[in-house]
Every structure is written in structure tokens, then in C-alpha cells.
């Protein structure tokens, strides 16, 4: 089956931790994105590929770091700078970069700061 | 730049009662639009999407769109809503990012709440 696929779940950190969300797509597609979503604020794109190697600042960057090492793959860390990381976040992909492709999205992670 | 209004945050219909989801748009150019679903504590699904031509979209699970350029809308409809429909329904109209890729903006949503 071809799809996204976001791990884990669920993740907890505690505060001044980094996390690492995963974030791996079969489609080969060659942009991906995270994004975002809060009660009642829709999504908020945090950061866009579209290249292996390549990444870009999406709305609310701050707080956030990904790489981009394999077409597959594209990780968002949620660094301790982000000061309200407790969010539901989704990864997504596209064939291409235009406007009119269709964004695929995975499950999403629940993360929740203690 | 570009924005969506859901203005209804909550609606409730009956099991078999049509529904139509209001979505309106800003945006300078031709618009993509874009209708999502959302289970609770799942990813989106699309539903439908509109580029060009005629106005009137179909999509899965029985949903149809209607893009109109005058009023800048986008509104979702069905004409008998079954229980499985309850969900969170997302509108979204698609740019080009300024340093290339394909932007979504989304709006924050309809919760559809059907009664049995």
C-alpha cells in the first residue's frame, strides 16, 4: 500500500526537550510538508521540501528544524525554543510543487508538553 | 495574500437532510480549491478540488463543490447526509509558495455533527 506513514502517535516531552517526529512516504513524491493544527486554527504550514537537500520556511518556522536527507523521509524536530509545542501535527506530500497537485496527508502526531 | 473563511464552526443536521458547508476565499488569482475531511485524531482525506472548468466538482462519498467567482466561494454540499459524515470538514485554496512549491491555506473548519 502506498501512503504516508507519521510516528509515533502519540509523544509526550517534558519541557526543554528536543523531539524528533517522523514522517515517511511511499508515494515518490518529491515535496513534503508539515504542517500544523490547533483547535479552532485549521493548519499552519511550518515547513515545505521540495528536493532532497532542499527545505523552506513555511508561517510559524520559529521553534522547528527538518532535514531532508532521502527522498522518503522528512523529519521535523520540535526543538525547546518552541514555547507552545503541545499541537497536532500532520506531514504531507505532493507530486510535484505546483499549485494544483494534490496534498496527501499522513495520520498526524499528537504532541503534548508536561 | 491568500485566505479562507469557514464561517460556520459548528453545524448539526439530521441523517438523511442535505448539507451544504460554506467556504469563501481570498485570493488575487485564479484560485485551486480544496476540500478536506477530517476524522477525529486522523490525517485529511480530499474530497474534492477544483482548477478550471466547470463550476460544479464532484467527489467521493456523494459530496459535490460549486466555485463561484462572484461571490468568491466554494461551498460543499450533499444531498442526504449519512451518520458516517460527522467529521471535520476543511476548505483550502492552493498557491504558489514564492520560493517554489504549493502552498494550502486552510480554513478552521466546519465540525459536522449529524443526529440519528
Known amino acids: 500500500d502506498g501512503g504516508i506513514t507519521q510516528s509515533p502517535k502519540y509523544l509526550f516531552r517534558k519541557e526543554g526537550q528536543n523531539v524528533t517526529l517522523s514522517c515517511e512516504q511511499n508515494?515518490?513524491?518529491?515535496?513534503m510538508y508539515w504542517y500544523r493544527q490547533d483547535p479552532g486554527q485549521g493548519l499552519r504550514l511550518i515547513y515545505y521540501?521540495?528536493?532532497?537537500?532542499?527545505?523552506q520556511k513555511g508561517d510559524i518556522a520559529e521553534g522547528y528544524s527538518v532535514s531532508r536527507e532521502k527522498k522518503e523521509s522528512f523529519p521535523l524536530t520540535v526543538t525547546s525554543a518552541q514555547k507552545n509545542p503541545t499541537a497536532f501535527y500532520l506531514c504531507?506530500?505532493?507530486?510535484?510543487?505546483?499549485?494544483?497537485?494534490?496534498?496527501?496527508f499522513g495520520p498526524g502526531t499528537r504532541l503534548t508538553v508536561l | 495574500a491568500q485566505s479562507v473563511t469557514q464561517p460556520d464552526i459548528h453545524i448539526t443536521v439530521s441523517e438523511g437532510a442535505s448539507l451544504e458547508l460554506r467556504c469563501n476565499y481570498s485570493?488575487?488569482?485564479?484560485?485551486?480549491l480544496f476540500w478536506y475531511v477530517q476524522s477525529p485524531g486522523q490525517g485529511l482525506q480530499l474530497l474534492l478540488k477544483?482548477?478550471?472548468?466547470?463550476?460544479l466538482v464532484q467527489g467521493i462519498k456523494g459530496f459535490e463543490a460549486e466555485f463561484k467567482r462572484s461571490q468568491s466561494s466554494f461551498n460543499l454540499r450533499k444531498p442526504s447526509v449519512h451518520w458516517s459524515d460527522a467529521a471535520e470538514y476543511f476548505c483550502?485554496?492552493?498557491?504558489?509558495?514564492?520560493?517554489?512549491?504549493?502552498?494550502?491555506?486552510f480554513g478552521t473548519g466546519t465540525q459536522l455533527k449529524v443526529e440519528l
Open positions: 504531507a506530500s505532493s507530486i510535484r510543487v505546483t499549485s494544483t497537485d494534490t496534498q496527501y
Open positions: 477544483y482548477f478550471s472548468g466547470d463550476t
Open positions: 483550502a485554496v492552493g498557491a504558489i509558495l514564492t520560493g517554489g512549491g504549493n502552498k494550502l491555506t
Open positions: 485570493y488575487g488569482a485564479t484560485p485551486y
Open positions: 508515494l515518490n513524491h518529491d515535496a
Open positions: 521540501s521540495q528536493i532532497v537537500n532542499d527545505f
